[in-house]
């Protein structure tokens, strides 16, 4: 080795020596001893190079967009999701099936480092995706997993808008008897209570113009007949209740429901009920002595006070007159009568003169009495009932002027009874009516009842007593004297309602107006009831639900309020049910609510009659109350069967994995096993985003040995056996470069599949056979596994082995052609060829740190006797190449640093430590140069007490070596270099010489 720097010296000029030995001195000032910086760079390049796979989890946060286009921390569950591995990024691979987030939004999955993407196939029913800076949709959501990647955050946030709907209510006010709707019905304001499942506040516009207006959920407004409330922008799904307050006589269609992206109609129509009469008054004048009306009489303004009840308060009524017909100016305007009456009011009449107070409502009761005039007898004086429908209320009043002189003539007073109704039962009830007389003195009077013109017996009749008439019978008192005060007052019966309850006045002579016998000498009245309708309908609730692929057995929740009371309970009903009957009687009101089923998928399209009031068309009837809702999740389930055709001996797989898929994407992914082998896919969405019914198809991921047959009408599967096709590829090991010290294994892959064979040293192998059951062309790679024995240089070739199989007419497969490339370029030969070298030179550069630790076990040892330090020996090959002073203060370790593994001739050096023995203790020393040693000292009793420290360290004797552990490889080098300057300097001298 001398010789060798002698020979390189010997070719160096002074200056190259000089720079060399600075070199020399440089390395061994700094202790380098052999380990080389490139040799730790690349050791550094050999680790990083070592990719980490390990999954990592990571999520997708799916969000809600608002209506006005605002991003919120609102979670959409129920989007689906593929998910593709995008390390080709012109050919990404799906990762397992659908994905669908969850009532928090999320999607969770482990994977490993490298690039993906979600890309979103089916939206939640009301959303709709998010938009670019394009205004395009977005579905594609790119990402990155590294190895520092964590869940703390969502890997991919994406949104979706959340898409609106209007609400729209109308109000309708029609009168029951089809008339047009008076001016202050159509100034009449009708009240509504909106109430928002989402506690919204939301902005409507009469008539959808005009003025916006905020309304807060649980408030009201106030619509007129004829318009509308439109509200705008509500979130699809919303649920809605609209509430007319005080609603009576009507109906209302879809007053509950979700908001939809077709406009939600919601239209109350009210029936006015009331309905309108006329109340008409006739004034006569005659003479009692028979003689005609004289033009004073004619003149005479005949008073009459007049008392209106069950009408609003300040209610007036329009009146006119017929004077116009019986004024001999006709060209007097001025005579011609019309106004108004109210409550209280006065009202004069002629004689001749008909006076019609207009359009009373139905119900109104009145009280006419004609105030007293000298010399005149009023033959109706007073007069009590009810505006009735139907009824004819009109009263005659004649005044009979009493002429002196002349015999009184003999007179009468009769009456009739008439009932409107179509019930039978009602026209053959009985009516009580009193009649009585002033003065009677106890006169006994005669009547007689006729009835379709058959006249009675006479009856025996006192003041007050009580005479029963039923529907067209009259009673008939003749022969009564002028002047006899009467008073007849029917009965009252609670179903019926009286147009005339009581009358009263004098019998007179002279009359005019007579009775139906065409007796003209006399009073008559008629008592006109109209039967009070009744009864009742029975109230049914009807469950329908469109769509497929919901659950048959969900139960859907109502609520019903009768009168404006909430029922106790809860209506259940499944889809195609029906309510048992509820009864109510007329005139009760009913509304119908259903409890929001939305988050189940159930979106509520329609209500008809979910508002209303019993008519007198609902008696005897049911009505029925329809609910429709849409199944906005339409969903169907899918199954299949598997068969097999095989030869006899041929056993199945015992299990088989199936994908259904839309399109190219798999959406679902089960395992299927016998004996039965079939299968089936719930829950399947039955249309796509933009409404296109899905068409499914069946895959089978391909199992060894089978060929699988589908069909195109349905999901089946039938697999038919193929003889395989077998093939194998062989490897070759080569080594070249030094002989190595120790029997090297190598690694070698194919993929896919995962194949690994071994060689150890240099040899051949072959990678286990490929079965192949189908045609097609097939490409593997193999490559050699980077190993991290150091020396070793590894082939980085990567070989591509592609293998032909054809199928004949008779389904037979066979092999007709295989090739090689090596890195790209085709070879000859079918034999992947590896050679690897080895350098043993690197050996010589590697170095160990090896620590050593001391653990003492004092025992009974006092401290002040313990050791205050050791000397530890490092050992290589049974010679010493280092030592160590260990103390308390360096807590009793130490390292030797960089030293060397390996000796000249590339042999593993092994390392040993000793202890210089320490009086009253036992050693034992485990672990190794790699690991490191420990030096385990017991206390087990001194021979001989220790003699007392000198107070100065001895300066004889060879002193502990407490260097850096290089000691031996610095007196080489000094050795060397003190060689190298010394024949520098006899060279130099020679020359001289």
Known sequence: MLNRFKYIFSKLNVRHRVLLSALLLTLLATGITGTLAWNSGRQSALNQGQTSTEARPVHLLKLERDTEGNQTTVPVPGADFVLYNAQDPENPVQVQSTFTTDQEGRITVSLPPGRYFFQEIRLPYGFAPDLDAENQPIRRYDFTVTSSTTNDHPIVTAYNRRLSGDLIIEKTLVNDDGTELSEEQLAQLFEFRVTFSDDGTYAYQINGEGESHELASGETLQLRHGQRAVFTNIPVGVHYIVEEVGMEHGQANNSSGNISLDPSIVDFTNRDMTRLGNLILEKEVVNSDGSAVTDEQREIDFEFEVQLSNVPDGASFRFTTNRYQIDDDPDNDDDTREGTVANGDTLTLRHGEILTIHDLPVGTSYQIREVERPNFVSGTRDVEGNIVQDANNRHLFINSYQVDGGEPVLTFLSFEKQVISDDEAALREYFDFEVTFEPDEGQIFQYRIIENGIEGELQDFVSGDIIRLRHGQKVLFADLPPGLTYRIREIEIDRFLEALTTVGGQTVNGTSNGDETGNRNGSHHTFVNREIPNGSAQLIIEKRVEGVGYDAEHEFLFDLYINDVKQDGVIRLRSGETSLPIVLELGDRWRVVEHDSYDNGFSQEGISNGTGTIELEHIGRNVYVRQTNRYVRDTISLSGTKTWEMPEGVQTPRHITVQLMQGDIAVRQVNVEGPNWAYTFDNLPKFDNEGNEIHYTIREIPVTGWRAETNPENINLHNIWVDPVTASLEIEKLITGDAAPNAEQFEFVMNPGGHVVNITNSGQAHFPEISFDRPGTFEFTVHETRGSTLGWDYDN?????????????????????????????????????????????????????????????????????????????????????????????????????????????????????????????????????????????????????????????????????????????????????????????????????
């Not at 052609?817 to 070298?837: M, P, S, Y």
């Not at 009793?941 to 552990?965: F, N, W």
């Not at 000094?974 to 001289?992: D, F, M, N, Q, W």
Request: aromatic share 8%; glycine share 8%.
């Open 797 to 993: 070739a990567e070989y591509r082995w592609f293998v032909k199989i054809e199928q004949d007419t008779d389904g037979l497969l066979s092999l007709t052609e295989q090739w090689l490339t090596k890195n790209g370029e085709r070879i000859d030969g079918l034999q992947a060829v590896f050679t690897n070298r080895f350098d043993d030179s690197v050996l010589l550069e590697e170095t160990l740190d090896i620590p050593v630790k001391k653990v003492w076990d004092h025992k009974e040892l006092t401290a002040d006797l313990q050791p205050d330090g050791i000397v530890v020996q490092l050992m290589a090959d049974n010679k010493e190449v280092s030592r160590r002073q260990l103390t308390a203060d360096m807590e009793w370790q130490t390292l030797f640093q960089k030293m060397p593994r390996y000796d000249s001739e590339g042999r593993e050096i092994k390392y040993q430590v000793k202890e210089s023995e320490v009086n009253g203790y036992s050693a034992k020393i485990s672990g190794n140069a790699q690991k490191g040693f420990t030096i385990h000292n017991t206390y087990v009793g001194m021979e001989e007490p220790p003699s007392q420290a000198p107070d100065k360290p001895s300066t004889t004797g060879r002193l502990p070596d407490v260097g850096d552990g290089l000691t031996l490889t610095a007196i080489i080098l000094g050795l060397v270099c003190i060689r190298i300057a010394y024949l520098l300097y006899r060279e130099t001298k020679s020359k001289k010489g």
